[in-house]
């Protein structure tokens, strides 16, 4: 759904690419809210250069950060025009991250990289200036309401039941839950349905927020301390579910076994995760490649996938590493058991 903010980055974004330039970008018509193969995106545009039309299919981000680059490139090379990444700004790094991964983008401080046969422009190192509009984001998509969110993604059925129910899986307080479903219901992701309670809508786009936002909002408060530790301890470690579960990438290999595990992801009730530590004799680091976060949810004793978390999170902790293979990995998962998942419900 596209607001008011998003049309002020887009305009901002466009104005700036025109001002002192000899080329100049006249939109000849857009579109909003396009699903194509399955992705939505906010616009798609036809810009004009020397009577050659440009289609773009144009996606609009308040901010960038790994996961919004990796949902980028899971889509881009099944679309048929090439994708253009509008947001408020992006840094030098990101510029030559978005450039060497082929995501054209235009930002509203004039940084640009637009490649689309006649033109071709890299511009990076314009500094953001102060801009008129407030980014006012949905409570939704704040911490505690990206944790009630994270448990309708895992079990649909749950937004037809009273709020209590929700309550004791998402461990929140009640209160909470009422303003995050009426959030969704404003922007369009649940409906009410009279007698027959509330359903979710746009799941996979509500799925791909959920993913950016906890990246950026939720899992650096969840983040209780990193570890070094013996070589490939994990592979014979087994983790009680009762108190920890394996993320990230041994998650991952638990699942397809399709990478060896760089990173070891544990999400562990925060008053156990040191029977792990001292089991395992794991060493403090805050360069380590142990990394533990703190359980944000209620343990499901019927949980199918046992000691490791479910796919949904295991995709989002792998998309925010910026490693090609390891966001390959995030693909294989996400056609295996997510896709299905939020299909069927």
Not at 9 to 25: P, R, T, V
Not at 40 to 52: A, E, G
Not at 182 to 208: C, H, P, S, T, W
Request: proline share 3%; charged share 25%; with cysteine.
């Amino acid at each position: 759904m596209i607001n008011n903010i998003e049309d002020n980055i887009f305009n901002m974004a466009i104005d700036e690419f025109n001002k002192n330039k000899e080329i100049w970008l006249e939109i000849e018509f857009e579109e909003k809210e396009i699903d194509t193969n399955g992705f939505r995106f906010d616009k798609l545009v036809k810009f004009n250069y020397q009577k050659k039309g440009l289609l773009y299919y144009v996606v609009i981000k308040h901010n960038i950060n790994n996961a919004v680059i990796a949902l980028l490139l899971q889509h881009k090379k099944n679309l048929k025009h090439p994708i253009l990444l509008i947001t408020r700004y992006v840094n030098n790094n990101k510029a030559e991250e978005l450039r060497k991964n082929g995501i054209q983008f235009m930002d509203t401080a004039g940084n640009v990289y637009i490649n689309y046969y006649p033109i071709y422009i890299f511009i990076k190192g314009n500094k953001l200036q102060d801009i008129f509009y407030k980014n006012k984001q949905h409570r939704a998509f704040e911490p505690g309401g990206l944790k009630i969110i994270y448990t309708l993604l895992c079990y649909p059925e749950l937004i037809k039941k009273p709020y209590r129910y929700i309550t004791e899986i998402a461990n929140v307080a009640l209160g909470t839950v009422g303003w995050v479903t009426n959030d969704l219901i404003d922007l369009g992701f649940v409906i009410k349905m009279g007698n027959r309670g509330r359903q979710i809508l746009k799941k996979e786009e509500l799925f791909n927020r959920w993913c950016i936002e906890y990246n950026e909002k939720l899992r650096p408060k969840l983040l209780i301390n990193k570890f070094t530790g013996p070589k490939d301890w994990w592979t014979h470690h087994k983790l009680n579910p009762e108190y920890a579960q394996w993320g990230g990438e041994v998650a991952a290999n638990k699942l397809i076994n399709y990478i060896k595990p760089g990173e070891i992801i544990i999400y562990a009730d925060y008053e156990k995760y040191k029977n792990v530590v001292i089991e395992n004799r794991l060493r403090k680091d805050t360069n380590g490649e142990i990394v533990f976060f703190e359980r944000f949810w209620k343990v499901n004793k019927n949980n199918e996938f046992k000691d490791i978390v479910n796919p949904i999170l295991i995709y989002a902790d792998l998309i925010n590493t910026g490693n090609q293979r390891v966001i390959e990995t995030a693909r294989m998962i996400y056609e295996k058991y997510i896709n299905r998942h939020i299909r069927e419900n």
